[in-house]
């Protein structure tokens, strides 16, 4: 198996905005005095999303020669009062908190903040700098710096030690647990409060680098994601070890040899994922999120923009255990489940797309037939305490897994991926919400027992989806839908109780599609490259390649998919996502 071309830093060329962005400390440092007035006062706000390095904004900051400089952070609350307003959302789980609808004032002691403004309001003349998150609180500045950084650079600081939770000293604390706090309540809070700013910003400092810092002009940013909403484009994927990892992307993906595996790709989750954005010579990092936020309709379409907000509802990710070992046996809550317990309003569903398979793979999937609740569950309790393996044999489905098999499973349906599987795994956004009921007697890569919730799970199975009806309703359910010169159609899912729907077209010649008003997700499954065109011109020719995960906002309406270089004379493969109307 030799390295296909799959690009692994995919950006956005914005056009007409060459020189609205630079690089490096200096040159930031340059542009904000050049943007400051000469008038008698003038307040310059950098508000900032948690885990930006303030100690490395700081130093820089004394360049400016500023009459004040505040941190807002000084009238954030302490870490006795942020515990007892969060602690409904945390919980005691190291896995499951409830979603947060705090607002970000609420993390700041009123009295405190208020003497900030204070402060701010006596200085008569000269340069007042307010920065920290949530430096907006204190003013609205007379010049506003936005400093930005993507969740997955959050999550690898936080590995290694350097960064706790906003506002608490938290640093060696259980990565679960710190994630869980992010995920539930910080990333929420920040990404409602940084929405109106993104909107009004001067300037946003990509800050994901180390001591190199990339500023762009708000007019320049706020162009390229207009643009990005109007075209084919793919968001930075990342990639992941794991306890059960495998060797296929490693190979497939040409990724570093010396990881002893790779587990995960997350190659369209825009909550997570990176956005790139190139202005000239300069190239912008941002959270694919803040498309989200700024361009939900034009992305999304009007109909899953009214049912999931500026939420992208669709995830597109792979799971590789070539080489590796057995997912953990696990399911997902139900939709009432996920509402009462969690806070969020849509669940996991999913389905396992099967790029590539070993002639002995198999996908575990409901239940056997015949099998009675109260004893699997006490078979998975015995194994959560070591007295023994769980019987899988006895009570799970395992199905041949072969490539370009679909296997849906809608939340309820215990499963799991077996080794020696390359997935493609199409699925609703939320994917924190994975019950683990049996990992295979394993620890996970930090040395700890990995967590199983069979409290959880046992609320949420539903016990009907036993073999002949896993058979009859999950496992390659293709329906033909069309065919013409040069291509076919077919739908394969996913099941009616999920909201997505898949289709897949076999193609040698180009091929029409149409948003119908809808965001399309699409991955090339089968040959080398195809390009994506626009019949009427409305975008430039975007190239893609096996595997790569490309999105169609809705807007963009009528495209077409052709054979394109080492692709011209091959059978190729898309399978194509949408929320069902």
């Given at each position: ?537 409305a975008f430039e020719p975007f190239v893609v390649h096996y595997a790569e995960t490309f999105i169609i906002p809705a807007g963009v309406g009528e495209y077409r998919i052709t054979p394109w270089g080492k692709g011209c004379g091959q059978q190729l493969a898309t399978v194509k996502a949408w929320v069902r109307g």
């Amino acid at each position: 198996m030799k390295p296909t071309t799959y690009d692994k830093f995919p950006e956005v060329a914005v056009q007409g905005h060459d020189h609205e962005a630079l690089q490096g400390w200096p040159s930031v440092i340059s542009s904000l005095r050049d943007r400051l007035t000469s008038s008698a006062k003038t307040v310059l706000v950098i508000d900032c999303y948690p885990g930006v390095r303030l100690a490395e904004l700081e130093p820089h900051l004394a360049g400016l020669n500023a009459t004040l400089t505040l941190n807002v952070e000084s009238a954030r609350q302490n870490e006795v009062a942020l515990h007892t307003l969060l602690a409904r959302n945390l919980t005691d789980d190291r896995v499951f908190g409830v979603q947060s609808c705090h607002q970000l004032r609420e993390f700041f002691d009123a009295d405190r903040l208020e003497a900030l403004r204070q402060q701010i309001t006596k200085v008569q003349q000269g340069l007042v700098i307010v920065y920290g998150p949530g430096a907006a609180l204190a003013h609205d500045g007379d010049v506003l710096v936005y400093a930005d950084l993507p969740r997955w650079e959050i999550q690898q600081r936080m590995r290694s030690g350097e960064l706790g939770n906003w506002g608490v000293e938290n640093q060696d604390e259980d990565i679960l647990r710190r994630y869980k706090r992010a995920f539930f309540i910080e990333w929420r809070v920040f990404d409602r409060h940084k929405k109106p700013l993104l909107k009004r910003t001067d300037f946003l400092l990509d800050t994901t680098q180390t001591d190199l810092p990339k500023l762009v002009s708000g007019n320049a940013l706020r162009a390229g994601l207009s643009q990005t909403a109007q075209r084919p484009f793919r968001v930075v994927p990342f990639f992941d070890p794991g306890v059960w990892g495998g060797q296929w992307m490693k190979n497939q993906f040409d990724l570093d040899p010396s990881k002893p595996n790779y587990a995960w790709c997350f190659d369209c989750v825009p909550e997570e994922n990176s956005l790139l954005l190139r202005f000239g010579d300069v190239r912008i990092e941002i959270p694919s999120i803040d498309l989200v936020l700024l361009h939900p309709r034009e992305l999304l379409g009007e109909k899953v923009h009214a049912r999931f907000g500026a939420e992208f509802p669709i995830r597109f990710d792979f799971l590789d255990t070539i080489g590796g070992q057995n997912l953990s046996f696990q399911v997902h809550p139900l939709t009432e489940y996920i509402q009462q317990q969690f806070g969020m309003h849509y669940t996991q569903d999913e389905s396992y797309y099967i790029l590539e398979a070993e002639p002995d793979a198999v996908v575990y999937l409901g239940t056997k037939t015949g099998t009675e609740p109260a004893e699997m569950f006490a078979d998975l309790h015995k194994a959560a305490r070591g007295e023994k393996a769980f019987d899988d044999q006895r009570f799970v489905n395992q199905i041949p897994a072969r490539k370009h098999d679909h296997f849906l499973i809608p939340a309820g349906t215990v499963h799991c991926s077996g080794s020696g599987t390359m997935v493609l795994e199409i699925s609703a956004t939320p994917y924190i919400f994975t019950f683990k009921l049996w990992d295979w007697g394993r620890l996970g890569l930090d040395g700890l027992p990995r967590p199983v919730h069979l409290d959880h799970g046992e609320q949420v199975i539903d016990w009907q989806r036993d073999t002949q009806w896993v058979n009859e309703h999950l496992v390659n359910h293709v329906e033909p839908l069309g065919e013409g010169d040069g291509w076919r159609e077919e739908r394969t899912g996913l099941h009616e109780r999920e909201f997505i729907e898949t289709r897949r077209h076999w193609f040698t010649q180009p091929v029409t599609h149409h948003t119908q008003g809808g965001v399309n997700v699409l991955n090339l499954v089968e040959g080398d490259e195809a390009r994506v065109e626009s019949p009427s011109g409305a975008f430039e020719p975007f190239v893609v390649h096996y595997a790569e995960t490309f999105i169609i906002p809705a807007g963009v309406g009528e495209y077409r998919i052709t054979p394109w270089g080492k692709g011209c004379g091959q059978q190729l493969a898309t399978v194509k996502a949408w929320v069902r109307g």
